[in-house]
């Protein structure tokens, strides 16, 4: 018999159907003996569905546990980039003595600047005036200085740390 | 291969600080030396009674800390400490001020304030003294001269 080359490797025009009769018998041969009932499918099916459920919601609580490893270690790097930041340091005391009317207030003696002599002043006054004089005339004057509706001690020393406060600047 | 990458992570991340402080514990840098002085404010105000004064002093060369404040040595500033922002305490600048209504003043020179330093290093701390005010009974300013003294 004598073939081409290209007919020995690829049998293209190869008639693949067998006989009509070639299909019924191996139909036959693998047929089931016993038909299998419907109930026995979904059974499995049911089976199949569940298996498949299973696996995706373990597939989820893997994820779940990854997000919370990471949600740990950004926690963790937090942390430790606060502390290497020493934000465990704490600050200076408050310092802020605030004069509610501001300086202006305490400029008792007005020559434009606040200082010691301004508190002297004051507490000259409020001793010449005596303890009746403490409210009145004294108040009129504007020198109730925190407001508490008195002039006494407390005024003389709103006005002295006023005049000591750092942020003035004075060298 | 993911969860071995985080785990190595999350240990340098843990490990790192934590080496870097016991290596800095096993290598501890040299501390400077740390010394306490105080340093006494004098007012030579002359013939004139003192009653009232206001200074500032500051550091400026050395580095010195401002840890705490004292009267004078009279009585008329003795009894209750000078006026001063707290925020001069652990700092090298203060503005001191104290007045006294009382008749018997100091005249002539008197220590008017002890403050009280803390020096770190070994160099030797300079100040600068200013007299902002200081006033007679009735308030007047009057001349007066001020001059610090270092102690032991």
Known sequence: ?171 | MKKITVIILISVAVLVPVLAQQSERDYPTEQPKVRFAPLHVYLDSGGNALAAFQLELKGTAGQVKIVGVEGGSHEAFSKTPPYYDPAALANDRIIIAAFSTQRNLPKGRTRIATLHLQILGDAQPQYELKLIVAADANGKEIPARISFEKGE
């Not at chain 1, 009509?20 to 191996?26: H, M, N, R, V």
């Not at chain 1, 004089?133 to 407001?147: F, K, P």
């Not at chain 1, 005024?155 to 000591?164: G, I, R, T, Y």
């Open chain 1, 1 to 171: 018999m004598i073939m081409t080359g290209r007919m020995e490797h690829f049998d293209e025009d190869l008639d693949l159907r067998g006989s009509p009769k070639l299909s019924a018998g191996l139909s036959a041969l693998f047929e089931p003996q016993h038909p299998v009932p419907p109930e026995v499918d979904r059974a499995v099916l049911d089976r199949a569905h569940n298996h498949f459920v299973h696996r995706k919601s373990a597939k989820g609580g893997r994820r779940f546990r990854w997000a919370a490893v990471w949600k740990v270690a950004a926690a963790a790097a937090v942390v430790i980039f606060a502390f290497s930041l020493d934000l465990t340091k704490k600050s200076g005391p408050a310092t802020d003595r605030s004069v509610p009317a501001g300086t202006q207030a305490a400029d008792i003696d007005l020559n434009g600047r606040v200082d010691i002599l301004d508190a002297f002043k004051l507490a000259r006054q409020i001793e010449s005036a005596g303890p009746a004089g403490e409210s009145l005339s004294l108040r009129e004057q504007g020198w109730d200085i925190n407001g508490d509706g008195l002039v006494n001690r407390d005024d003389v020393d709103m006005v002295a740390f006023a005049a000591v406060r750092l942020d003035k600047g004075v060298l």
